[in-house]
T-cell receptor
Framework: GAVVSQHPSWVICKSGTSVKIECRSL??????MFWYRQFPKQSLMLMAT?????????EQGVEKDKFLINHASLTLSTLTVTSAHPEDSSFYIC????????????FGPGTRLTVT | DAKTTQPTSMDCAEGRAANLPCNHS???????VYWYRQIHSQGPQYIIH???NNETNEMASLIITEDRKSSTLILPHATLRDTAVYYC?????????????FGTGTRLTIIP
């Protein structure tokens, strides 16, 4: 199957700082990428849909000014958590849809963010 | 996306077939049944999907009832590495709604 990578795999930052997470599709071009957040012992929650060359679509309750998404190329989307707080500590996962296939999404390995 | 219902947890002996049920009684005609699994602290892994015919690949088999209101994912010879949370999702991938909505899934534990 298609491969999606994320960087970094884990990050620790201080409260008030910003953190950027990268999501790359390695062997296909993805016009659409998705960002999820997962808290311990909970399921994945979709945060936003990232479309190449246009603004991201955020789910209800997700602050677009806090979680900045940029999808500047067909293989790269970035999520920036601005002014991070301890409650932003979570597992952030991206996925990408290969338009050449029937619709399955491929997920990155996730990024563990800890805000101290 | 149609809501799906799965058992919270299941155990299966190593080497035996693991049968994971999923109810999707409100599934629409254009929605596929997708299965993903998530091993602890990793991103979800695509397993298989189908519309109305049974499907098989190198990982698993998917059996969908004729009325499409339920399905079963079959891992034919479970190994310890199959321990994970398995998500069944009804998903209309080709009609503009591309969001995957994850429920709570089934936590499958393979017992040595």
């Amino acid at each position: 199957g298609a491969v999606v990578s994320q960087h970094p795999s884990w990050v620790i930052c201080k409260s008030g700082t910003s953190v950027k997470i990268e999501c790359r599709s390695l062997d296909f071009q993805a016009t659409t990428m998705f960002w999820y957040r997962q808290f311990p012992k909970q399921s994945l929650m979709l945060m936003a849909t990232s479309n190449e060359g246009s603004k991201a679509t955020y789910e209800q309750g997700v602050e677009k000014d806090k979680f900045l998404i940029n999808h500047a190329s067909l293989t790269l989307s970035t999520l920036t958590v601005t002014s991070a707080h301890p409650e932003d500590s979570s597992f952030y996962i991206c996925s990408a849809r290969d338009p050449s296939l029937s619709g399955e999404q491929y997920f990155g390995p996730g990024t563990r963010l800890t805000v101290t | 996306d149609a809501k799906t219902t799965q058992p919270t947890s299941m155990d299966c002996a190593e080497g035996r077939a693991a049968n994971l049920p999923c109810n999707h009684s409100t599934i629409s005609g254009n929605e596929y049944v997708y299965w993903y699994r998530q091993i602890h602290s990793q991103g979800p892994q695509y397993i298989i999907h189908g519309l109305k015919n049974n499907e098989t690949n190198e990982m698993a088999s998917l059996i969908i009832t004729e009325d499409r209101k339920s399905s079963t994912l079959i891992l034919p010879h479970a190994t310890l590495r199959d321990t994970a949370v398995y998500y069944c999702i009804a998903y209309a991938s080709n009609f503009g709604n591309e969001k995957l909505t994850f429920g709570t899934g089934t936590r499958l534990t393979i017992i040595p």
